[in-house]
């Protein structure tokens, strides 16, 4: 049974960076596509960026695309989501997941899910 478990300093300032981690276990997600979403309260699910098993990287939008980076250490299994210059806007319960498959602009037919970790950034 796969199990993904997001780590990482949770409480940030506007202006901060913050890396989230999240280890993977069970079996090797090196063939997998891995990246994150994100849910704000009171919103829907947004999907925030992955990369594919061959070190493909795409992300959810521009700003995202500018301040955040994903990586992958495909020897320990996991994925990394590196953010900066925070802002309160990205208040919100990260996850992390992976998959063969699946949408992951609509955030469905993903195969695996982190229980997500919640992220707080004060103005």
């Known amino acids: 049974q796969v199990q993904l478990v997001e780590s990482g300093r949770r409480l940030v300032q506007a202006g901060d960076s913050l890396r989230l981690s999240c280890q993977a276990s069970?079996?090797?997600?090196?063939?997998?596509?891995m990246g994150w979403f994100r849910q704000a309260p009171g919103k829907e699910r947004e999907f925030v960026g992955l990369?594919?098993?061959?070190?493909?990287?795409?992300y959810g939008s521009d700003s995202m695309k500018g301040r955040f980076t994903i990586s992958r250490d495909y020897a320990k299994n996991t994925v990394s989501l590196q953010m900066n210059n925070l802002k309160p806007d990205d208040t919100a319960v990260y996850y992390c997941?992976?998959?063969?498959?699946?949408?992951?602009?609509?955030?469905?037919?993903?195969?695996?899910w982190g229980q997500g970790t919640q992220v707080t950034v004060s103005p």
């Open positions: 997941a992976a998959s063969r498959g699946g949408s992951w602009y609509a955030g469905s037919g993903i195969d695996y």
């Open positions: 069970g079996r090797s997600l090196s063939t997998y596509t």
């Open positions: 990369q594919t098993y061959n070190g493909l990287t795409t």
